[in-house]
């Protein structure tokens, strides 16, 4: 039986990785040709512009492998069953479920494949990128919402209206208070950089309030002591969705513990973690499927079928949580109900195939 759960591991496995290979050829191109438009623009080149687009491919290829998967899985056991070599194996005596299992052990390599791409090297070659980006086009970071990005820092609020390349922030407040909740100071400084030593504030205005009255006085630069890190400050950049399970929780645990909203990043992470689950759902709906279908079905129309039900589970995924953030649904409803209807369907549909 290894015999035979490795063929048809192979099959599958060989079918998947060259749809993947022409799905990330696809949209790497589209992706460069986006590009194209801000070559020019400050410091911005062709090269630049390249090198960005191939620091994006684990992360197109995290997000286009469950597609890969199940159009991979089509082709690869459809021929088998075109060829007759399913037939054969049943004839031989091994079971629908028997049969289920080897293809599920395909199921398993991707699985340890992608989240190696997906959580080791996405998250690291996404910073570098639009760090690239973003140094070149002079860009700022994008901020959560038009007042920049508050936090709180032990007893003070922090607001920081823009982030920017290179571990530089713009446009710091930062509002102290004492024991007693009340005002202690107030702090403006113009920019602010990182070192190896921590935060240094530049060109800073401090106003200070006590009993005695209200002092305020002028630096250039001062040290700044602050658990908000530039790692922490590159999560606020970047989409939650294209964070790593790692980045989510420990960004998480920082907004529950300085009063963030976590709403968004709990349905990221949500997403995150159902992803292995519906992953398996793909490559296990491709099993009935092929079973049911006639021997005359052709490689392509297998090829759009995959595709047309891939876009459909990606674009309810990404429905899903929008519309779960919008009317306050709990993350793992709106973040696991697509990857469960997936594999609703795939069960339903296998129950039914002899």
């Not at 759960?5 to 790497?28: G, K, M, N």
């Not at 390249?50 to 021929?79: E, K, N, R």
């Amino acid at each position: 039986m290894k015999i035979l759960d490795r063929y048809i591991a192979w099959s599958i496995l060989a079918a998947t990785f060259t749809v993947l290979a022409v799905l990330v050829a696809i949209f790497t191109f589209f992706a460069f040709i986006d590009q194209l438009e801000d070559i020019g623009r400050g410091t911005y080149t062709l090269v630049k512009a390249a090198s960005f687009v191939v620091l994006m491919l684990p992360t197109l290829t995290y997000q286009l492998f469950p597609m890969a998967a199940l159009i991979g899985a089509l082709i690869g056991f459809g021929t088998l069953m075109r060829n007759g070599e399913v037939i054969v194996i049943r004839a031989a005596g091994v079971s629908k479920n028997r049969l289920v299992l080897s293809v599920l052990k395909s199921a398993w390599v991707m699985l340890v494949i992608v989240l190696l791409v997906g959580e080791g090297l996405a998250p690291p070659t996404l910073r570098m990128a639009e760090d690239i980006r973003g140094r070149a086009l002079n860009k700022h970071g994008q901020m959560p919402n038009e007042s920049g990005f508050w936090s709180r820092d032990g007893k003070s609020y922090v607001n920081i209206r823009e982030i920017l390349p290179g571990d530089r922030l713009q446009d710091i407040y930062i509002y102290d208070f004492d024991d007693l909740n009340r005002l202690s100071a107030s702090t403006y400084a113009e920019g602010a950089r990182y070192t190896d030593e921590g935060w240094i504030l530049e060109n800073i205005s401090r106003t200070e309030l006590d009993d005695d009255g209200i002092r305020a006085r002028r630096e250039t630069e001062a040290a700044w002591d602050s658990i908000i890190k530039p790692d922490l400050l590159a999560m606020v950049k970047i989409n939650p969705d294209r964070l790593g399970i790692v980045s989510l929780v420990r960004y998480l645990r920082f907004l529950n513990q300085n009063a963030g909203d976590p709403q968004r990043y709990e349905h990221a992470l949500w997403r995150k973690l159902s992803y292995p689950l519906g992953l398996v759902a793909m490559v296990l709906l491709a099993v009935p499927m092929v079973l049911r279908a006639d021997r005359s079905v052709s490689v392509g129309q297998r090829v759009l079928i995959g595709a047309m039900i891939g876009l459909g589970f990606h674009l309810l995924n990404q429905t899903a949580g929008h519309l779960g953030v919008v009317y306050e649904v709990p993350a793992v409803l709106s973040a696991g109900a697509p990857t469960l209807v997936m594999l609703a369907a795939a069960l339903a549909l296998l129950a039914r195939t002899r």
